[in-house]
């Protein structure tokens, strides 16, 4: 087995546990807190929930980025960077830099300055909170798929 494929496999690991984790906050944690019987306790569940995960994709996202980075250096891909037909290559790398700017610079900086704020109102909040997560969740879906078609010769 050579570097390029255990990078490969690194990638797409790290891929679906922040994906596939970002899934479940979308579409079971945050319904349920906004379904959650006691009022008070909803935005708590899910900050609970959410601090969790975001300790654990602190990990996998870098880890995403720096396998798709070893891979692009291996494969000497930079110039498909500006190609539109490999337009999913981009469109990976920033992706990428948007989680990466939403957990190590947005979270860090006005997170909890915002969640503080939100509990003056957490039902509103969740709402806002699950759109959000919605709409992160499904350009992240398409990404993905068309990584896979991409690097397989599907996108033509
Ligand atoms: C800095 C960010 C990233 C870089 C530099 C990068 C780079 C790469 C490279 C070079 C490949 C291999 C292409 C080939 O074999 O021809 C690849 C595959 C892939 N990437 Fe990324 N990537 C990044 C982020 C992401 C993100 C954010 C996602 C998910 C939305 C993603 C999902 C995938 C998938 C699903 C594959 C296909 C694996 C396979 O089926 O073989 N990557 N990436």
Known sequence: ????????????????????????????????????????????????AE????????????????????????????HLLVQPSQWWLGAMALLWLVFMAILFVIEPAIGSKLLKAGYSDPDRTLWRVERVHWFLLAVSAVVAGAAVLGAHGGLG
């Open 51 to 78: 601090r969790r995960f975001s300790t654990q994709v602190r990990l996998s996202v870098p880890l995403a980025g720096a396998s798709g980075l070893y891979m692009m250096a291996r494969l000497d891909a930079w």
């Open 1 to 48: 087995m050579d570097d390029l494929t255990i990078a490969r496999a690194i990638h797409v690991l790290s891929i679906v546990h922040w994906i596939g984790g970002m899934s479940f906050v979308t579409l079971v944690v945050l319904p349920l807190a906004r379904r959650w019987v006691v009022a008070g306790q909803r935005l708590t569940l899910f900050e609970a």
